[in-house]
């Protein structure tokens, strides 16, 4: 797997076995990489691509973001509806399929009721089931808590799970966790086969097994 960047005209490969880590040491070139990454993210652009092989994948299926802590948060109307989806699959193959369809059916005969009695000609959606009843009581994935470290492996996990992304991009990140925290979250990503690259503007002593490629003010790439 590899990062194509048009612009500076570079490959990164990326290494699933260890952390990986581009340097851009131009605060110019820094800043355009950043926002041709947040750019391609939200399909503005196409100036960074992801390629396995020769082959192009679809950058926003498998690739993820982080700028600070505030990143960790499961507001994309995809997440709800895959965890939706997983739910649902969960409950009708079990017994509690059938008591979410009384307690459904039960409701309806409450509104009926309350037509009667109110004398309202109340309007309802008749085909309120198990999807209506998850969001009439909000259920949503809880946001991570803890350290950085521990809210991007809650993270991860979930968002791997439900919409299948394993690229973790990390933009000036480093700053928020300590040099055990950068092991304990590369360990945990290799092991759950999660492809870590944290983009840094200087160099960074991180004691492990790094992907490193740096490219320096002068634009020069050193490997």
């Known amino acids: ?18 952390a990986n ?10 800043e355009k990489c950043i926002l041709a990454l947040d750019d391609r993210i939200n399909k503005r652009t196409e100036d960074i691509e992801l390629f396995d092989g020769s082959e192009k994948e679809d950058f ?5 973001l982080f700028f600070s802590p505030l990143d960790f948060k499961y507001d994309k109307k995809e997440v709800q509806k895959k965890l939706f989806n997983e739910l649902l699959e969960d ?21 009926d009721k309350l037509q009667i009695t109110t004398d309202y000609d109340l309007d309802f959606d008749e085909n309120f089931g198990p999807v209506g009843l998850l969001k009439s009581f909000d259920v949503h994935l809880k946001a991570p808590e803890g350290r950085f470290v521990e809210k991007f492996i809650e993270y991860s996990n979930n968002i791997n799970r439900l919409l299948g992304k394993d690229i973790f991009i ?43 490629y740096i490219i320096d003010n002068d634009l020069c790439e050193l490997h």
């Open 1 to 18: 797997m590899k990062l194509r960047y048009y612009r500076l005209n570079i490959d990164f490969d990326i290494c699933e076995d260890r």
């Open 21 to 30: 880590i581009v340097i851009i040491e131009n605060p110019y070139e820094l």
């Open 60 to 64: 926003c299926k498998k690739v993820t």
């Open 91 to 111: 409950i009708q193959s079990s017994k509690d399929s059938e008591d979410l369809n009384i307690i459904c059916a039960k409701f309806f005969e409450v509104l």
């Open 170 to 212: 990390f933009i000036s990140c480093i700053k928020y966790m300590s040099e055990e925290d950068i092991k304990f979250l590369v360990e945990h990503s290799v092991y759950k086969g999660l492809k870590i690259v944290f983009i840094e503007n200087m160099q960074v002593d991180l004691k492990l097994d790094i992907n490193e």
